[in-house]
């Protein structure tokens, strides 16, 4: 079974930037299509980004689109999150998760993931 392990959040003020990293053991995640999702206080837990098993398809929610760039690095068995232009609403717990079907397309939607990451916090302040 994979473990998918986050870093990189922190504390940052509005405009500044972080790059997340979700790291994998247990199995390579390379033919699995990975996302990331994130959890504000009393809300939903939502699609950020989405990034195809190859690397080659990605998609951004329309909230961060233009902000944020998802990338995998398949050698290292690790998935990025850049972000750049952070605003107090990107305040959230962020979660990386791995789709649970190999060589799947692309997907935004939560049902599709099946191992999630234990999060990590970005704080934004204004």
């Known amino acids: 079974q994979v473990q998918l392990v986050e870093s990189g959040g922190g504390l940052v003020q509005a405009g500044g930037s972080l790059r997340l990293s979700c790291a994998a053991s247990?199995?390579?995640?390379?033919?699995?299509?990975m996302g990331w999702f994130r959890q504000a206080p009393g809300k939903e837990r939502e699609f950020v980004a989405a990034i195809s098993w190859s690397g080659y398809s990605t998609a951004h929610a329309d909230s961060v689109k233009g902000r944020f760039t998802i990338s995998r690095d398949n050698a290292k068995n690790t998935v990025y999150l850049q972000m750049n232009s952070l605003k107090p609403e990107d305040t959230a717990v962020y979660y990386c998760a791995a789709a649970s079907t190999p060589l799947a397309p692309m997907t935004r939607n939560l049902s599709n993931f099946d191992v999630w990451g234990q999060g990590t916090l970005v704080t934004v302040s204004s």
């Open positions: 247990g199995r390579t995640i390379t033919t699995y299509p």
